[in-house]
């Protein structure tokens, strides 16, 4: 970590340490326009901002939206409204994402019973078999 009297600054290797992911990881968010690190020669130089939507990216990574959302969500941030729009959004897609969560829960229930009385029957059978 690089601490400037302007402001303090991470290299790539900090950052993925931090995070817990890959140099790859990073530089395909980059690739994507998620994050834009500064550039000093060929090495990438971090700002807080960066960390920030590094951290808001791997958190809707984790709770499964795909990196679109993920970047309009960021991208509102910057807009006129900014956090409060961005908020709004958030909670839309807060609300769909836990629909679709609940449905794959009742799918994966669903699926465990049947399951539970597959094993069962087939125990039963083996069982007649012995």
Do not use: N
Not at 120 to 125: I, K, S, W
């Amino acid at each position: 970590m690089t601490t400037t009297t302007e402001q303090q600054t991470w290299t790539i290797r900090e950052v993925a340490e931090e995070f817990g992911v890959t140099h790859r990881t990073i530089r395909h968010y980059e690739d994507l326009g998620l994050i834009s690190p500064e550039r000093r020669g060929q090495q990438r130089v971090y700002r807080r901002r960066d960390r920030t939507r590094l951290a808001l990216i791997l958190r809707g990574k984790r709770l499964g939206f795909p990196l679109e959302e993920i970047r309009t969500i960021i991208d509102l941030y910057d807009r006129p409204r900014g956090k409060a729009s961005q908020l709004e959004y958030v909670l839309s897609q807060i609300d769909e994402r836990r629909a679709d969560l609940e449905a794959r829960r009742r799918d994966l229930d669903d699926a465990l019973s049947e399951l539970d009385r597959w094993e069962e029957r087939c125990r039963e059978d083996l069982a007649k078999l012995s």
